[in-house]
């Protein structure tokens, strides 16, 4: 499950980037509870890539877990659905390259997945 299948299966109210000016690109945006839980700011934007760390505009940085009690989700329910949210763990970049060095030799190396 991806973290937009995770607020839509918790009934909580998001949008996408291009759905409101507020909402960068790559992110998920939510209100924030904390700040303007019943505004139309949608000022609290979840990575869609790696969603376990969220972060407002006005009170910071705040885990997805935090987000979600302070939204009204019970701890069982977010034990449940966290456990079934897709890792989001960013894959490491591919290096490779050619080094030369003064004396006129040089060393390949090849790409690593």
Request: proline letters at 4%; hydrophobic letters at 40%; a positive charge.
């Amino acid at each position: 499950m991806d973290v937009v299948n995770l607020l839509s299966s918790l009934g909580i109210d998001f949008k996408r980037h291009g759905e409101n000016s507020e909402v960068t690109s790559g992110f998920i945006g939510v209100r924030c509870p904390l700040c303007s839980p019943h505004g139309d700011r949608y000022k609290l934007g979840i990575p869609i890539a790696v969603p376990w760390v969220a972060s407002c505009w006005t009170c910071g940085k705040m885990k997805l877990w935090d987000f979600l009690i302070a939204s009204g989700v019970s701890r069982e329910v977010c034990k449940e659905r966290l456990g079934t949210l897709d890792r989001g763990i960013p894959t490491k970049k591919v290096v490779g390259g050619k080094l030369v060095n003064g004396k006129g030799w040089c060393k390949v190396w090849a790409k690593k997945a």
